[in-house]
């Protein structure tokens, strides 16, 4: 019996026109560390469908493997909603429709030539980013709504103004739905995807900044990071600190601090009971980035006092 991931690969493989040896599937994995130092993984999982690009993550899990059959069968269970045919046996639920709310604002953003670089709408939320190209400066908008409590996030092209950009975005996303005119997409055959550079979300930790399509001087992201970077002050802490640690105790305990201007935003707190001292990191956006950033700053200060991280 095929497993989820075997039977998505199938299935797409089945629906787009592949080279040969192309990777029908691409996987990458992130992670975090909880409060009691679990560490838990959420797969990602890319792929050319009926020539469009789709993009899905899936839920936090215990290990790589339950990751990523849980992306799998998630996909499995959006697919089955819009194709009665794919074979993938998965629950039936309703058709994945677009919202009349939502398909309202979408209008109003592609007919009224909106120039501001967000959208906060009651039923839409977007955000335009921008890169400099041989053309010069260019802009995309990146749409974010529900359907059946489903997060969607849809991406539009890079267009030479924020107007363009905005109703690129908001057209793209009607046709997607059956419900745009005037559009007819982009015919993005697999065999031309693979002459093309990856965007950074599908590239593996190796490949991570040697990309051609990679930024000068931008800061290769590995997967494993940040759980290194906080496994290994931990071991630090407790080689140096375990007599000083009461039985059950935590080496450290770490609290959040959210900014008062942004909910997004936070400011973590290492408190390391066995020297009475407190370390703080800067804001950040997220827990993750505000604990690795305080992270950094209790490694400084064990440096500092001639700590090593060699066993």
Known sequence: MHNAVSILQEHVQSCSDFPPHA????????????????????????????????????SWQTSKKKA????????????????SQSGLQ????????????VQQELCHMRDTRQTSRSWQGEHVDGEVEDRLSAVG???????????????HQFAGAWCTSVSDAVSDAAQRVLWYFGLGTGFQGTSLS?????????????????EIGTSPGASVGSEPRHPV??????????????????KDTAAGEKVWVWTYEPSPADPQVFRAIAQVPAIGRTFQGDWCRGKKFAQRNACLAVKAFLEEQGVSDVP
């Open 23 to 58: 990777r029908i599937l691409m996987w990458n994995f992130e992670n975090r560390i909880q409060e009691d130092s679990l560490l838990q993984f959420r797969a990602v999982v890319s792929f050319i469908f009926k020539e469009v690009p789709h993009f899905f993550r899936g």
């Open 68 to 83: 990523q059959r849980d992306t799998a069968e998630r996909v499995r269970r959006y697919m089955s909603r819009n194709d």
């Open 90 to 101: 998965a629950p039936q639920g309703p058709a994945l429709t677009l919202d009349e709310l």
């Open 137 to 151: 400066q260019e802009f995309r908008m990146v749409l974010c709504f529900e359907l059946n409590r489903v997060p």
């Open 190 to 206: 697999t065999t031309a995807q693979a002459a093309e550079p990856l965007p950074p979300q599908l590239l593996s930790p190796k």
């Open 225 to 242: 990071e940040d759980k290194t970077i906080l496994m290994q002050v931990q071991n630090m802490l407790q080689k140096t600190f375990s």
